[in-house]
T-cell receptor, first 117, second 115 residues
Framework: AQKVTQAQTEISVVEKEDVTLDCVYE???????LFWYKQPPSGELVFLIR??????QNEISGRYSWNFQKSTSSFNFTITASQVVDSAVYFC??????????????FGPGTRLSVLP | DGGITQSPKYLFRKEGQNVTLSCEQN?????MYWYRQDPGQGLRLIYY???????QKGDIAEGYSVSREKKESFPLTVTSAQKNPTAFYLC??????????????FGQGTRLTVV
């Protein structure tokens, strides 16, 4: 069975602080994909990043960076110099082949980030 | 513009009624999904479909039904058998050809309230 854990339910930071959102996953598959999504107050989930299980390189995109460590089954997300517009719920997700049924996404419970001015 | 459209945005249902949530995509995606979101529980999979005329139950399919008669459309019916239907419902789609796992694209959601 696949599972994603996001231990931080809510985080509050002051603008310009750095913040790291934790994600720990469980899967028996050797080939899998990890994702991060942002859900602003409007409700729609916005795709941020996809990483496959064979690529452990860290990635940086502007103020966002991701640290993928297979040894600890973690895929953490860091926002540098946070801004008020970063306030949202962030979801980590795992996808792997689901038997004969193809791709299936499993989401973590989400972390609500509040960036205060 | 390409995307996923869910309607309506807000829906009120009386107890004992069936209601249908619409989901349409023009991304030419094969795979489509329905998720339910409750506070503090993240997204839970209700149903998913990899191709037309085929769909599979997710983790919480009881009280829900779907159809996939067209590639573009994946409507979800919340039946009277669903005892606690008040939630935020999200539809998603992905390319998902064999051997390639793509990200899922989401609609803006439908908030269903039982009155």
């Amino acid at each position: 069975a696949q599972k994603v854990t996001q231990a931080q339910t809510e985080i509050s930071v002051v603008e310009k602080e750095d913040v790291t959102l934790d994600c720990v996953y469980e899967t028996r598959d050797t080939t899998y994909y990890l994702f991060w999504y942002k859900q602003p107050p409007s409700g729609e989930l916005v795709f941020l990043i996809r990483r496959n299980s064979f690529d452990e390189q860290n990635e940086i995109s502007g103020r966002y960076s991701w640290n993928f460590q297979k040894s600890t089954s973690s895929f953490n997300f860091t926002i540098t110099a946070s801004q008020v517009v970063d306030s949202a719920v962030y979801f980590c997700a795992l996808s792997a082949e689901d038997g004969n049924y193809g791709q299936n996404f499993v989401f973590g419970p989400g972390t609500r980030l509040s960036v205060l001015p | 513009d390409g995307g996923i459209t869910q309607s309506p945005k807000y829906l009120f249902r009386k107890e004992g009624q069936n209601v249908t949530l619409s989901c349409e995509q023009n991304l030419n995606h094969d795979a489509m999904y329905w998720y339910r979101q409750d506070p503090g529980q993240g997204l839970r999979l209700i149903y998913y479909s990899q191709i037309v005329n085929d769909f599979q139950k997710g983790d919480i399919a009881e009280g829900y039904s779907v159809s996939r008669e067209k590639k573009e459309s994946f409507p979800l019916t919340v039946t009277s058998a669903q005892k606690n239907p008040t939630a935020f419902y999200l539809c998603a789609s992905s390319i998902d050809p064999p051997g390639l796992v793509s990200e899922a694209f989401f609609g803006q959601g439908t908030r269903l309230t039982v009155v």
